[in-house]
Protein backbone atom coordinates (compact mmCIF):
# COMPACT_ATOMS: atom_id res chain seq x y z
CA UNK A 1 0.00 0.00 0.00
CA UNK A 2 1.25 3.16 -0.94
CA UNK A 3 1.88 6.62 1.12
CA UNK A 4 -0.09 9.63 -0.34
CA UNK A 5 2.49 12.33 -0.85
CA UNK A 6 1.22 14.73 1.29
CA UNK A 7 1.17 12.31 4.06
CA UNK A 8 5.19 11.73 4.05
CA UNK A 9 6.69 13.10 7.15
CA UNK A 10 9.43 15.21 6.36
CA UNK A 11 8.44 18.61 4.77
CA UNK A 12 11.78 18.60 2.21
CA UNK A 13 11.22 15.23 1.31
CA UNK A 14 7.51 15.85 0.36
CA UNK A 15 8.55 18.73 -1.60
CA UNK A 16 10.99 16.92 -3.21
CA UNK A 17 8.62 13.69 -3.80
CA UNK A 18 5.79 16.64 -5.47
CA UNK A 19 8.17 18.00 -7.56
CA UNK A 20 8.93 14.80 -9.22
CA UNK A 21 5.70 13.68 -9.35
CA UNK A 22 5.07 16.90 -10.96
CA UNK A 23 8.02 17.18 -13.28
CA UNK A 24 8.38 20.62 -11.48
CA UNK A 25 12.14 20.73 -12.36
CA UNK A 26 12.00 24.74 -11.20
CA UNK A 27 10.66 23.61 -7.65
CA UNK A 28 12.88 20.45 -7.57
CA UNK A 29 15.94 22.92 -7.80
CA UNK A 30 14.53 25.05 -5.21
CA UNK A 31 14.53 22.51 -2.66
CA UNK A 32 18.34 20.97 -2.94
CA UNK A 33 20.91 23.07 -0.79
CA UNK A 34 23.55 24.83 -3.27
CA UNK A 35 26.09 22.23 -4.12
CA UNK A 36 23.68 19.32 -3.41
CA UNK A 37 25.27 15.78 -4.12
CA UNK A 38 23.57 12.48 -5.18
CA UNK A 39 24.13 8.77 -5.28
CA UNK A 40 22.55 5.77 -7.70
CA UNK A 41 23.24 2.63 -6.70
CA UNK A 42 26.49 3.88 -4.38
CA UNK A 43 28.12 5.67 -7.20
CA UNK A 44 28.22 9.52 -6.80
CA UNK A 45 26.49 11.09 -10.30
CA UNK A 46 26.45 14.63 -11.51
CA UNK A 47 23.28 15.62 -10.44
CA UNK A 48 22.38 17.87 -13.21
CA UNK A 49 23.01 15.31 -15.80
CA UNK A 50 20.76 12.23 -13.81
CA UNK A 51 17.56 14.93 -13.13
CA UNK A 52 17.43 15.48 -16.48
CA UNK A 53 17.91 11.87 -17.59
CA UNK A 54 16.35 9.49 -14.92
CA UNK A 55 13.38 12.28 -13.96
CA UNK A 56 12.75 15.07 -16.24
CA UNK A 57 12.86 13.84 -19.93
CA UNK A 58 12.13 10.36 -18.72
CA UNK A 59 8.45 11.18 -16.85
CA UNK A 60 10.06 9.94 -13.42
CA UNK A 61 7.15 9.26 -10.84
CA UNK A 62 7.23 7.86 -7.21
CA UNK A 63 4.97 6.22 -5.24
CA UNK A 64 6.25 5.69 -1.50
CA UNK A 65 5.62 2.39 0.20
CA UNK A 66 7.27 3.09 3.46
CA UNK A 67 9.05 5.67 5.45
CA UNK A 68 11.39 5.33 8.22
CA UNK A 69 14.51 7.37 9.79
CA UNK A 70 11.66 10.53 10.55
CA UNK A 71 10.88 10.45 6.71
CA UNK A 72 14.24 10.88 5.49
CA UNK A 73 14.56 6.68 4.14
CA UNK A 74 12.13 5.78 1.61
CA UNK A 75 11.33 2.28 -0.01
CA UNK A 76 9.17 2.74 -3.66
CA UNK A 77 8.23 1.91 -6.63
CA UNK A 78 9.90 4.16 -9.32
CA UNK A 79 9.01 4.43 -13.12
CA UNK A 80 10.14 6.30 -16.23
CA UNK A 81 9.93 5.81 -19.69
CA UNK A 82 13.94 4.40 -19.80
CA UNK A 83 13.74 1.63 -17.30
CA UNK A 84 9.60 1.08 -16.44
CA UNK A 85 8.99 0.65 -12.92
CA UNK A 86 11.58 -0.58 -10.26
CA UNK A 87 11.37 -0.98 -6.37
CA UNK A 88 14.09 1.81 -5.65
CA UNK A 89 15.44 3.01 -1.68
CA UNK A 90 16.04 6.61 -1.23
CA UNK A 91 17.94 8.48 1.55
CA UNK A 92 17.91 11.58 1.93
CA UNK A 93 20.01 14.49 4.22
CA UNK A 94 18.54 17.98 5.30
CA UNK A 95 20.18 20.90 6.31
CA UNK A 96 18.84 23.09 8.72
CA UNK A 97 17.24 25.59 6.12
CA UNK A 98 15.38 22.44 4.79
CA UNK A 99 16.99 22.58 1.89
CA UNK A 100 18.15 18.53 0.70
CA UNK A 101 21.99 18.72 0.31
CA UNK A 102 21.96 14.68 -0.36
CA UNK A 103 20.09 12.36 -1.80
CA UNK A 104 20.68 8.65 -2.45
CA UNK A 105 18.80 5.92 -4.37
CA UNK A 106 18.85 2.64 -5.89
CA UNK A 107 17.52 -0.81 -6.37
CA UNK A 108 15.92 -1.89 -3.48
Do not use: C
Amino acid sequence: MTIQTSRLSDPSVRAFVTAVNAHDREGFMKILAPGATMADDGTDRDLTDWIDREIFTSHGHLEVDNESNNGRDLLASYRNDTWGEMRTRWHFEVEDDGRISRFETGQA
